[in-house]
């Protein structure tokens, strides 16, 4: 079992920068894929960024690509998302899950996931 919980989102102006963290609970964390993803208001949850149990690989959708950056810290159990230049259309919920084993890139295909924090993008 792995609990995650999410934090660091806000209300932010275009162009500026967020950086989210997810926290996970167990022993076993290293053993798992994390991705971030996001939910816009009367839009389905769609792909962020995700990273290997390593931290080794990471990959990201192309609307975020350059402007994002995953990354982990398995000694602290936790996975971070820097967002820079932020958009409007950045403006969603932002939801971490966690993989066994390799990365994935459909939300389904997840074993465990956060609550969500909020990011709003104003413009």
């Known amino acids: 079992q792995v609990q995650l919980v999410e934090s660091g989102g806000g209300l932010v102006q275009a162009g500026g920068s967020l950086r989210l963290s997810c926290a996970a609970s167990?022993?076993?964390?290293?053993?798992?894929?994390m991705g971030w993803f996001r939910q816009a208001p009367g839009k389905e949850r769609e792909f962020v960024a995700a990273?290997?149990?390593?931290?080794?690989?990471?990959y990201y959708a192309d609307s975020v690509k350059g402007r994002f950056t995953i990354s982990r810290d398995n000694a602290k159990n936790t996975v971070y998302l820097q967002m820079n230049s932020l958009k409007p259309e950045d403006t969603a919920v932002y939801y971490c899950?966690?993989?066994?084993?390799?990365?994935?890139?459909?939300?389904?295909?997840?074993?465990?996931w956060g609550q969500g924090t909020q990011v709003t993008v104003s413009s």
């Open positions: 899950a966690a993989v066994h084993g390799l990365v994935r890139y459909q939300g389904y295909e997840y074993d465990y």
């Open positions: 167990g022993r076993t964390f290293s053993s798992y894929a």
């Open positions: 990273i290997s149990w390593s931290g080794g690989s990471t």
